[in-house]
């Protein structure tokens, strides 16, 4: 007769019942019922399991089942799965990613060290807006916003401290900065009893992509300076006839993100300070320095381009990028308070206390403003321009390796943002986007772009050297480039020859000739159907 037994254990394992010579034995493990029968006569003891699915416990994840059932996409699934089967799952998908540090089309950050790492960490829960709970984290933003102030000559007297504050990067400083200039501008235009619907603000057509964005969210014109072939940045005269009555501002990149190039911010000043004076406007200039705002105070200590110059109201820079953080922090700094119209800054009470708030988003993480700080005062002034000598001479070594093989055009200029920005001299037989392409096969990830109006039939590659590319890797790159131009010299020949057979045979047939661009689409078509049979090739070889 079976007798019921109580269940022993704290993991969900026990006998169920007991009769004669056998046990019914139950183990649940991750929502799983495995039930087995155990003869107590070891002479003619049997194993046997009812169910197929295993304690997952006692295998690996790749053993498991989890590896092998398909996961919903785009729904949340409906029962729940392991955490260590989550994580392989995932981190099994991001190993397709490419390598941060390889990746020389960013320029954010993506190397630091640990024990700032340890310190991200353990503010990782730590939520910013909460002033009043976390008053130290508040307090090491304000020291960040006053030491990138001085940094940029803000003219701040003895206990006097610095306006600013700190964003998501340099896309919402920009958003802010903004802001402040329509608004009082509006202000003005109120006050003298003239129209203020149609705002503007002037830039090169190599700005940041923000920018626009700025102008189509906030409803200001953007007028902006068309570039060259040769000349590639904002030239300040052109930009300061197109300023008219209607201009907030005139905005000045420190870094063009197309070849790193710094814009004469100084020649800006001076010629808007007299077109200022003859038509009676106060016209200000902010400064995009989200690249070039790390660099220019530790390699250029004597260029003007910051609060030096009086028309100069604003100027924001990327803490992700020279700042050597990693991303998810920007900085906005203004001269003084009159430059920031109080009825932009919020005041709010229901997280404990009074506190001024100006950000366009709301909650956002602690970590990113403790590293900031932790770099400011680890590095110092000096740790800071020895970084950026090192990235600019492995610059120089990258720009004199490719000028070696005889074959690219360099675009950058040796005064600006580390990085070097590079085309073909001859581009008809393969091109810039092909190169890219096949470096991708080494791991590099250098982007290939086309410049904007009125230049946009000039191709460029871009390497951004960052604190973690060193001298060997530079060297490396040469290497690979040139591998890559090698090989590909060999392939036009062999798509030349099938396109000429057939423009042979498309003659012969009376077919309209192609146009240079179609001929040069199919190439590159031929090329990439080259390239593909020969990877499927190898992968079955091996």
């Known amino acids: 007769m079976a007798r019921k037994l109580k269940i022993r254990g704290k993991q969900g394992k026990g006998i169920i019942e007991k009769s004669g010579r056998l046990e019914t034995h139950f ?7 495995a039930v087995f029968f155990v003869f107590l006569d070891t002479s003619t003891m049997v194993l046997s399991k009812t169910a197929s699915q295993s304690d997952v416990s006692v295998h690996s994840t790749f053993a498991s089942r989890y590896v092998r059932d398909q996961l919903p996409r785009f729904r949340m699934p409906e029962n729940s799965i392991p955490k260590d089967a989550a994580y392989q799952i995932i981190n099994d998908e991001l190993m397709l990613d490419g390598n941060p540090r390889l990746n020389l089309a960013s320029f954010v950050t993506t190397w630091m060290e640990p024990e700032c790492n340890k310190l991200i960490m353990d503010a990782i829960n730590k939520n910013y807006v909460d002033m009043d709970e976390y008053p130290v984290t508040t307090e090491l933003q304000n020291r960040c916003v006053n030491m990138i102030a001085h940094l940029f000559n803000a003219p701040l007297g003895d206990s006097e ?54 102008a189509r969210y906030f409803e200001v014109e953007l007028k902006e300076v068309k570039l060259r072939e040769g000349y590639y940045v904002m030239d300040p005269a052109k930009a300061v006839e197109m300023v008219d009555e209607n201009t907030i501002c005139v905005a000045a990149i420190l870094g063009s993100t197309l070849n790193g190039e710094f814009e004469d911010v100084k020649l800006l000043n001076d010629l808007l300070v007299e077109k200022n004076k003859e038509t009676g406007w106060d016209t200000p200039i902010h400064v995009d320095a989200a690249s070039g705002g790390f660099i220019a105070p530790f390699l250029y200590p004597e260029l003007e381009w910051d609060f030096r110059l009086p028309l100069v109201k604003s100027i924001n ?4 990028k020279y700042g050597l953080v990693y991303a998810g922090i920007g900085w906005v700094i203004w001269r003084n308070k009159e430059d920031l119209p ?24 602690s970590s990113q403003v403790i590293a900031q700080y932790y770099q400011l005062i680890r590095l110092g002034y000096e740790g800071y321009r020895n970084i950026m000598e090192n990235c600019h001479e492995n610059a120089m070594v990258l720009k004199e390796g490719l000028e070696k093989t005889g074959r690219f055009n360099i675009v950058s200029k040796d005064e600006g943002v580390p990085l070097v920005a ?13 190169i890219a392409e096949m470096l991708r096969r080494f791991g590099w990830i250098v982007p290939a772009y086309t410049m904007p109006a009125d230049a946009q039939h000039i191709t460029v590659l871009r390497v951004v050297i960052r604190e973690d590319f060193s ?6 790159l040469v290497i690979d ?11 036009p ?11 042979e045979e498309n003659s012969k047939n009376g077919t309209v000739k192609k146009t240079a661009i179609e001929t040069q689409r199919e190439i590159t078509s031929y090329w990439k159907k080259f390239v593909s049979e020969r990877k499927t090739n190898k992968n079955k070889i091996c």
């Not at 600013?164 to 003298?192: D, H, P, Y």
């Open 317 to 320: 820079v990327s803490g992700h």
């Open 481 to 491: 480039i040139q591998k890559v131009l090698h090989e590909l010299d060999t392939l």
């Open 342 to 365: 109080e009825e932009l800054i919020f005041h709010i009470n229901y997280l404990g206390a009074d506190q001024p708030t100006f950000t366009l988003n709301f909650s956002k993480g």
């Open 27 to 33: 183990d649940v493990s991750v929502g799983e019922l």
């Open 493 to 503: 020949a062999k798509v030349n020859a099938k396109l000429a057979m057939a423009e």
């Open 471 to 476: 001298r060997t890797l530079a060297e490396r």
């Open 422 to 434: 590079f085309s073909l001299k001859d581009n008809k037989r393969h091109d810039e986007f092909e």
């Open 161 to 214: 401290t610095a306006v600013g504050v700190g964003t998501v990067g340099s896309s919402e400083a920009i958003m802010l900065a903004g802001l402040a200039f329509k608004r009082k501008w509006q202000n003005k235009r109120k006050a003298e009893g003239k129209p203020y619907d149609k705002p503007n603000i002037v830039t090169g057509a190599n700005v940041q992509v923000c920018w626009e964005k700025f």
